[in-house]
């Protein structure tokens, strides 16, 4: 069993029922030694300590995912403020960052999406 796996059954019970997980990301504290897990599920990014903290969350609505490959810092944020791991894998980052941009360009065409078949008419 790998370490993620691990991580994510220790963490999975603070998934709400039927929130369904997109993606894991596993790290450290950007200022400490602890290990922390990032959930994204499909409604709320959530950052996770293996001992039974109470997680940071944030809406996953304009959530944007950024990853610094020099440092290693996963940052996930939105106006509702930061969360962020140091020391997480390459592979893991891109994931998170893919299905946050995923998500942020379907919530703009449902937007727009019941203005396909407007008509404008000259007066």
């Not at 796996?5 to 999975?12: F, G, K, Q, V, Y």
């Not at 602890?34 to 109470?54: A, F, I, P």
């Not at 893991?92 to 360009?105: C, F, K, P, Q, V």
Request: hydrophobic content about 40%; cysteine-free; overall charge positive.
């Amino acid at each position: 069993m790998s370490r993620t796996d691990r991580a994510l059954r220790r963490t999975s019970h603070h998934l709400a029922d039927g929130e369904v997980l997109l993606g894991t990301a596993v790290g450290l504290e950007v200022d400490g030694r602890r290990r922390q897990v990032l959930l994204l599920t499909d409604q709320r990014v959530l950052r996770v300590g293996l001992r039974n903290d109470v997680p940071d969350e944030l809406p996953l609505s304009d959530s944007r995912a950024a990853f610094d490959e020099a440092a290693g810092v996963l940052t996930v944020s939105n106006a509702a403020g930061r969360l962020q791991l140091r020391g997480v894998e390459r592979a893991a980052a891109e994931r998170i960052e893919l299905l946050l941009g995923w998500h942020r360009s379907r919530l703009r065409s449902r937007a727009t999406e019941g203005l396909r078949h407007v008509r404008i008419v000259p007066a």
